[in-house]
């Protein structure tokens, strides 16, 4: 099992830029595959970006890529989405998250297990 902490979120203007973070306890952090997601108000969870157990692929929605980076650190036990080029649609809670499964379906969050409590990015226009 693993607990995740996220940091970074704060209200930005549009065009502005954020760089979350997610803290992972445990030892094993790089076991895990890692994710963002997030959920607007009213709307469902949607995913954001993914990341390998070993930092070698990253995977992210079309609506983002080429805006926002994944990354981690597993010395750190820290996963990290920054996000350029912030628009006001971007506004919701983004979520950390961790699984084990072995899967194409990176996108998919029922098959992440762990969950952090959400950090609000809202961006202003």
């Known amino acids: 099992q693993v607990q995740l902490v996220e940091s970074g979120g704060g209200l930005v203007q549009a065009g502005g830029s954020l760089r979350l973070s997610c803290a992972a306890s445990g030892r094993t952090f790089s076991d895990y595959r890692m994710a963002w997601f997030r959920q607007a108000l009213g709307k469902e969870r949607e995913f954001v970006a993914a990341?390998?157990?070993?930092?070698?692929?990253?995977y992210y929605a079309d609506s983002v890529k080429g805006r926002f980076t994944i990354s981690r650190d597993n010395a750190k036990n820290t996963v990290y989405l920054q996000m350029n080029s912030l628009k006001p649609e971007y506004t919701a809670v983004y979520y950390c998250?961790?699984?084990?499964?072995?899967?194409?379906?990176?996108?998919?969050?029922?098959?992440?297990?762990?969950w952090g409590q959400g950090t609000q990015v809202t961006v202003s226009s």
């Open positions: 998250a961790a699984s084990t499964y072995n899967t194409v379906d990176y996108y998919n969050g029922d098959l992440y297990g762990y």
């Open positions: 990341i390998s157990r070993n930092s070698g692929r990253t």
